[in-house]
């Protein structure tokens, strides 16, 4: 580790507008997921906890274990800080949102990105730069979005079942990845292969009607970005009280990946994908298939259901005054920096 960019020159150089920050005097537990983002993660998190030291913030920091761990630790920790901050991807983040959620407390969460993909933090607007990201996580402004609860567990972006979970299967055993990261590593001919076998029967409810077959990809969401650069879901918003769905039938793969590679462009539209928008989807596997939630790959055996349904303005997150063109919530941000 750099050491020279712990001076105390540096720093007051660097950050010294943060000594006013409004959330400065609150105090935080701070999660970090030491193997996100390839084990990267772990100097994030040092880097975090140097900075609320020097600046004088009150916290509590943890290191994560095993998983689950990150859900116990806010579950049991909640109840003595403000502000609960997950630092790591987003499989860190799903826990943690887990974890607050089951402590049925209102507190904001606040994310520090330390993933591969980081597609929480890119579609509610919160940067991989450091000091930006301290700055939104040291900020006394939060804003509620929705929640997609499935069964009895939350998700935060996305559920996806087919293609793009199996894929993930069968690279995570010996790559040092987390999905939907794929798309951004490349593996377009894992992709290409597995794309051949995986077509999975499904029935798909919801408010609109009843899907049956077939599907390459089903994926359900409240957030447009997935993957780190596909827009999949791309008229999806977080705080709009509606879940979003986009699914293909099979098709040859090397139509579905060039189809998803025009996703990386947030216009992109395409008759090919099937839409859908609902408050709730029930859905039925009718054939083994793989599921992925937020990042995190399942297993998932023919007969088993899933309940999905959007919980409304269920969580309280630190978000950017400024949120960009292409974040995933409507309207105007809460108002102007408060210092
Ligand atoms: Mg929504």
Redesign the pocket.
């Known amino acids: 580790m750099d050491l020279q960019r712990f001076t105390q020159a540096s720093f007051r150089e660097d950050l010294h507008e943060l000594e006013k920050a409004t959330g400065k005097h609150q105090r935080y537990l701070v999660v970090v997921n030491p193997v996100s983002r390839g084990g990267k993660a772990m100097r994030e998190g040092v880097w975090l906890v140097k900075h609320l030291s020097r600046l004088g913030v009150s916290h509590e920091a943890f290191f994560t274990d095993y998983p689950g761990h990150a859900r116990n630790i806010v579950k049991r920790w909640i109840d003595s800080v403000d502000v609960v901050v997950a630092v790591g991807g987003d499989g860190t983040v799903n826990e943690v949102i887990n974890g607050v959620m089951a402590s049925g407390s209102d507190k904001p969460l606040a994310v520090f990105p330390a993933g591969t993909a980081d597609d929480f933090c890119h579609n509610v607007g919160i940067s991989r730069d450091r000091k930006k990201a301290l700055e939104v996580l040291l900020t006394d402004s939060s804003r509620p979005i929705?929640l997609m609860r499935y069964n009895d567990r939350y998700a935060a972006v996305t559920l996806g079942i087919g293609v793009d979970a199996e894929i993930a299967y069968h690279t995570l055993s010996h790559k040092r990845i987390r999905i939907p990261a794929y798309f951004a590593v490349g593996l377009r001919t894992v992709f290409i292969e597995r794309m051949q076998k995986s077509p999975r029967e499904l029935r798909v409810e919801s408010e609109t009607g009843v899907l049956e077959g077939r599907f390459l990809i089903a994926v359900f969401g409240?957030a447009p970005l997935y993957g780190r650069y596909v827009y999949w879901l791309p008229e999806?918003?977080?705080?709009?009280?509606?879940?979003?769905m986009s699914a293909l039938r099979p098709m040859k793969p090397i139509a579905a990946w060039s189809l998803l590679m025009k996703c990386f462009d947030k216009d992109f539209r395409s008759d090919k994908i099937i839409h859908d928008r609902s408050t709730w989807f029930k859905v039925e596997i009718l054939e083994e298939s793989f599921m992925q939630v937020d990042g995190e790959v399942y297993k998932v055996n023919t007969g088993e259901k899933l309940d999905i349904s959007?919980e409304q303005q269920a969580l309280n997150v630190r978000l950017p005054f400024q949120l960009p063109a292409d974040s995933g919530l409507s309207g105007e941000k809460t108002g102007p920096p408060a210092w």
């Open positions: 929705d409240n999806a918003l977080m705080d709009d009280g509606m879940l979003d959007v």
